[in-house]
C-alpha cells in the first residue's frame, strides 16, 4: 500500500473514533486553544505536564503567578520531578531568578510526580507536596517549603501508604465561609486506585497540612467515566467547592475533562458535558486530556492550565479562560 494511501487510511480512522466519542459523550463545551504554552525544562525538551498554578492577589516573592509542574518528555517518568516556573500574565512563563531545577534529585528508586502546590495561611511560604512512586510497593505524599522560591527546605515524608492509594493529591486550605483564615482546615483529595476497575475519590483533613486523618469515601458517580487525576479550589462566587477532574471512560479512550461542584466537598454533581474532550482537540492534545489547574475569579469565570498529549506521546500544557457562563454551562448536570 502506497504510504499517501496509509496515512489517509489512518487519518480517516482517527476522525471515526473521535466522531463515536463525540455522538456518545458529546461535545466538549468550551474550545480549546490552538497551541500550548512554551514551559521551559530542565531536561530541554519543553515537555511538561501536571500543572498547578497559583496566583495570590498580591505578588509573591515578585510574581504573581507560579506554577508547579513535571517535565514528562514521551512520557518518561524517570524525568519526572517537580519544577518551578513563574509568569506576569499567567501565559508567559520562565524559571525564576536563583531557581535551578528540578527542586530536588531523582530518587534511585521509582520516580517523583503529581505536584500541587499552596501558599502556608500567613502567606509567608510556598508549600509543595508530590509523590515519590514505587511501583508495585508503596507511595510516599512529602512535602518541601520555600520561604522565597529560591532555598528549600525539606522534603519531608508526609504519609506512607501503599502503591495507588494517593493519585493526584489536590490540597487547599479552608475555613467557614471560605476565607482561608489560620483558623481552617487542610482538605486533600485525592484518587485511591487500589480498587483495580473501580478508582474512587476520598478525601483526608489536616490542622497542620502535615498530619492527616485517615481517607473517606466522597459522593462522585458519572457512569461511564472513572477519575484519574484532579484539582479543587474554594469558589467564592459560587460559594462551593470546584472540581475539575480528569476522567477515564469506561473501555479504554482518551481521557476528557469534566467540572464539578459541591457544597461540603463530600457530595459532587458532574457536569454531563465535558468540558474539554481529545476528540474536540487540535492535534496536539488529540490523544489524551491530562491533569488540570484551576484558578476561580471573582467574575464567575475560571482560569485553567492544563496537561495534553499527542501524536508521539508528545507532552504540552496549555491556558484557558473561561466565562462564567461558560463554566456555568460545563457545570450543569441536568
Known amino acids: 500500500m502506497h504510504w499517501r494511501l496509509r496515512r489517509w487510511r489512518e487519518a480517516w480512522e482517527a476522525r471515526k473514533v473521535r466522531l463515536r466519542w463525540r455522538l456518545r459523550w458529546g461535545a466538549s463545551v468550551a474550545d480549546p486553544p490552538p497551541a500550548p504554552l512554551e514551559t521551559p525544562t530542565f531536561d530541554g525538551s519543553g515537555q511538561a505536564t501536571h500543572p498547578d498554578v497559583l496566583c495570590p492577589k498580591r505578588p509573591w516573592n515578585g510574581h504573581r503567578w507560579w506554577m508547579v509542574m513535571t517535565p514528562f518528555p514521551f512520557n518518561q517518568e524517570g524525568l519526572e520531578n517537580p519544577s518551578l516556573l513563574v509568569s506576569d500574565d499567567g501565559r508567559r512563563w520562565e524559571v525564576p531568578p536563583g531557581v535551578v531545577n528540578p527542586l530536588v534529585p531523582t530518587p534511585k528508586h521509582g520516580f517523583h510526580a503529581d505536584p500541587d502546590a499552596l501558599l502556608s495561611p500567613d502567606g509567608r511560604s510556598l508549600w509543595i507536596y508530590y509523590l515519590h512512586t514505587i511501583r508495585h510497593q508503596d507511595q510516599r505524599l512529602l512535602r518541601l517549603v520555600s520561604d522565597d522560591g529560591r532555598l528549600w527546605r525539606g522534603p519531608e515524608t508526609l504519609l506512607t501508604v501503599p502503591y495507588q492509594e494517593i493519585r493526584s493529591p489536590a490540597i487547599v486550605h479552608w475555613s467557614e465561609g471560605g476565607d482561608g483564615t489560620a483558623e481552617g482546615w487542610f482538605l486533600m483529595w485525592c484518587v485511591d486506585m487500589t480498587g483495580g476497575d473501580a478508582p474512587r475519590i476520598v478525601w483526608r483533613k489536616s490542622r497542620d497540612g502535615a498530619v492527616w486523618s485517615p ?120
Open 215 to 334: 481517607p473517606w469515601p466522597v459522593k462522585f458517580d458519572r457512569p461511564g467515566w472513572f477519575p484519574s487525576h484532579l484539582d479543587v479550589q474554594w469558589d467564592g462566587w459560587r460559594g462551593a467547592f470546584v472540581m475539575v477532574a480528569q476522567l477515564a471512560p469506561e473501555g479504554g479512550g482518551g481521557q476528557a475533562l469534566y467540572l464539578a461542584q459541591s457544597r461540603d466537598g463530600i457530595d459532587w454533581r458532574i457536569g454531563r458535558r465535558p468540558l474539554l474532550a481529545p476528540w474536540d482537540a487540535p492535534p496536539w492534545a488529540s490523544l489524551t486530556l491530562y491533569r488540570a489547574s484551576l484558578l476561580p475569579r471573582d467574575d464567575g469565570g475560571l482560569d485553567l492550565w492544563y496537561g495534553a498529549r499527542g501524536p508521539g506521546n508528545v507532552n504540552r500544557i496549555a491556558f484557558l479562560a473561561l466565562a462564567a457562563t461558560m463554566v456555568e454551562k460545563a457545570l450543569r448536570w441536568e
